[in-house]
C-alpha cells in the first residue's frame, strides 16, 4: 500500500541516504524530506508547502523541501521512525503518537485536559508548557519545532449511536497507537483497537471495527463517513498534531540557516491554524448533507467523570509533569471566567 510496503524499510531508507543530495548531476542541494499523513487539502499539507515555498525562496542555493503526504513514506510511527534515524528530516505526529518515544507526551493525551479551546491554544503557545517536553526527546534524535491545530476528537460509529459512555459497552473502536488511549477507551467500556491511520477505513468496511475517532475532518478527507453515519460530540480529546524535526539536522544549520528555519516553523503554524476553522466547517457540512452523518451532541459530563481516572493515573507515574499540569489549569481558569 505505502512506498515502505512496496519497497521495505530498509531499502527506502538506504535508497534515500544515496539520494540524500539534489538529483541532478552538479545539483548539491541537500533534499529536506517532510512526511504526513494527511491529504493534499488537509490544513496541514497546506501549511507544509508554505514552509517549503518559503525555504526554497529564501535558501534556495542550498535545501530543496520535498513535502511528502498520504502515508506514503509510511505510518505515522514509521515516519517518526525514519526522522530519528535521520533518513528523513521531519515529520508531522500527534501528541498521541509521540508518548511511544519520550512518556512526558502522555500529558496532552488526558482526555478533557484544556476546558476551552482558548486555553488550549494559549497553553500550546506558552513555551514553559510546551518546552520541558518538546526539547526533551533531543537525545531520542527528536525535537518538536511548532504545534499544529487538530481540533476536537470525538467518538463516531457505523450503527450505534453513542449517547452515553455505556453505549460504548463491547464495541471495538479504533485508536491511534497509544496506551493512554487504550487506557481511556477501557475507562468508557469499549474495547480498543490501535491501528494506524492508513489502516482504519478497510478496517471499518471489512466490519473489524465498531468505529473509531477523530476529528471531522476524517469523515470526508479519509472517507470515514461514507460509513459511519453517528459523530457524537463528547468531545474527549484536543490532541495537537506535531512538526518533529531530526535533531541533528537542525543543530547542524547554521544561525542564519536556523533563523530562516524557525520563521518556517513560524509559517506551518500559522498557515496551518488559519485554515483550521473553515476546514472543520467544510468538513461537516460535507458530511451531513452529501454523506448523511448524523451529528449528536450528548452531554459530555458523564464522558469526562467515566476518563477523570486518567488523569491521576499519569500524573502518578510521571510525577515530572506535574508542574506542567498545574501551569495548563491555570490556562483553563483564566478562561472559564470569558
Ligand atoms: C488526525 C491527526 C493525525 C493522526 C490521525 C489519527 O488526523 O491529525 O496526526 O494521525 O488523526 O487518528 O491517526
Not at 61 to 90: H, W
Amino acid at each position: 500500500r505505502t512506498f515502505l510496503s512496496l519497497m521495505g524499510a530498509a531499502a527506502l531508507t538506504s535508497s534515500m541516504m544515496l539520494t540524500g543530495c539534489g538529483a541532478g548531476s552538479g545539483d548539491d542541494r541537500k533534499i529536506v524530506r517532510i512526511g504526513h499523513v494527511q491529504s493534499q487539502t488537509h490544513p496541514d499539507h497546506l501549511g507544509l508547502e508554505a514552509f517549503a515555498n518559503y525555504i526554497n525562496e529564501k535558501l534556495g542555493d542550498k535545501y530543496r523541501v520535498e513535502v511528502y503526504p498520504s502515508e506514503l513514506l509510511g505510518s505515522q510511527t514509521e515516519m517518526v521512525q525514519l526522522t530519528q534515524t535521520g533518513a528523513i528530516d521531519f515529520v508531522v505526529a500527534s501528541t498521541a503518537i509521540m508518548e511511544t518515544f519520550s512518556a512526558k507526551y502522555q500529558i496532552f493525551n488526558l482526555p478533557y485536559l484544556f476546558s476551552s479551546v482558548e486555553a488550549y491554544h494559549e497553553a500550546m503557545d506558552d513555551p514553559e508548557v510546551t518546552d520541558p517536553i518538546f526539547k526533551t526527546t533531543s537525545k531520542a534524535g527528536l525535537e518538536t519545532v511548532a504545534w499544529l491545530d487538530a481540533g476536537t476528537r470525538n467518538f463516531y460509529t457505523i450503527k450505534t449511536p453513542i449517547n452515553q459512555p455505556s453505549d460504548l459497552k463491547g464495541l471495538k473502536i479504533r485508536v491511534q497507537q497509544s496506551p493512554t488511549n487504550v487506557e481511556m477507551l477501557r475507562l468508557l467500556g469499549g474495547t480498543a483497537t490501535p491501528m494506524g491511520f492508513g489502516d482504519v477505513y478497510t478496517a471499518l468496511q471489512a466490519g473489524i471495527l465498531d468505529g473509531a475517532e477523530n476529528n471531522e475532518l476524517a469523515l470526508t478527507d479519509n472517507g470515514h463517513g461514507d460509513i459511519c453515519k453517528y459523530y457524537s460530540y463528547d468531545m474527549h480529546q484536543m490532541v495537537p498534531d506535531l512538526l518533529v524535526a531530526n535533531y541533528a539536522f537542525l543543530n547542524e544549520l547554521s544561525d542564519e540557516e536556523r533563523a530562516i528555519f524557525e520563521e518556517g516553523f513560524q509559517i506551518v503554524k500559522r498557515t496551518e491554524q488559519d485554515a483550521w476553522e473553515d476546514a472543520v466547517a467544510e468538513a461537516k457540512d460535507k458530511a451531513e448533507n452529501e454523506q448523511h452523518v448524523n451529528f449528536i451532541y450528548p452531554d459530555t459530563a458523564p464522558f469526562q467523570e467515566a476518563m477523570a481516572p486518567l488523569h491521576d493515573s499519569v500524573l502518578a507515574a510521571n510525577p515530572e509533569l506535574q508542574p506542567i499540569y498545574d501551569l495548563i489549569q491555570q490556562h483553563n481558569a483564566a478562561h472559564t471566567a470569558d
